[in-house]
């Protein structure tokens, strides 16, 4: 096993934090995310949990596993996961606030602390960077790397299992505005019963405005209990 991905969970209040290790299973890694580290400082280790998501066996499948299981929901995560990228993309609106004021001040310090020939280097150097060059020695993904991350894409999909297809969906769905209720609402099209709309939308392959067009044709109906 080249890694694994493992959830952390608050059994006090359920909040969860989902992270990724190289390696074997160490039962005593709870994670690195800093919110996490404040709540167990702040409720104990002993209440916490950890599980087990997946175990990948590269580099790519643990980064793009991660993302994903990440994208699902969760508590005490900031960051989007994966190889860099956005470091507080689900982060509140206040910690971003509070992270990129500290920043701001950290770069204005450096900046004064730069002599003028240090400057002009670090000038050509962004400029380069943004006419497409490689900067700080990172390269872009060659047609090569992105059919693997494609394939381990696939592979990721393929393995879900019935429960995450199910908790994804409800997922999105909070996130478009749409209550639990309704998205759990089962549905019967052409006989077979699905648990809601957007799970129906996700395992036939179409979008939910279609299911509820079908509803409104007779085509499709909500199954009531």
Known sequence: MFGYIYKTTNLLNGKTYIGKKYGCFDHNYYGSGMILKQA???YGKNNFE?????????EETLNNTEKLFIANGTDYNIAEGGAGGNTLAMA??????EVISKRSKGLSDNWKSLTEEERKQRGRAISEAKKGKSFGGVQQHTE???KRISESNKIAARNRSETWKK????????RRGISNVKCQTPVSIDGVIYEGVIIAANKLGVSRKTINNWIKKGKAKYETT
Request: charged share 35%; hydrophobic share 30%; with cysteine.
């Open 167 to 174: 908790n994804h969906a409800i997922a999105s769905a909070k």
């Open 144 to 146: 090569e790397s992105k």
């Open 40 to 42: 167990i400082e702040k």
């Open 50 to 58: 950890i599980t087990i998501l997946a175990e990948c066996d590269c």
């Open 92 to 97: 509140s609106s206040e910690y971003k606030e």
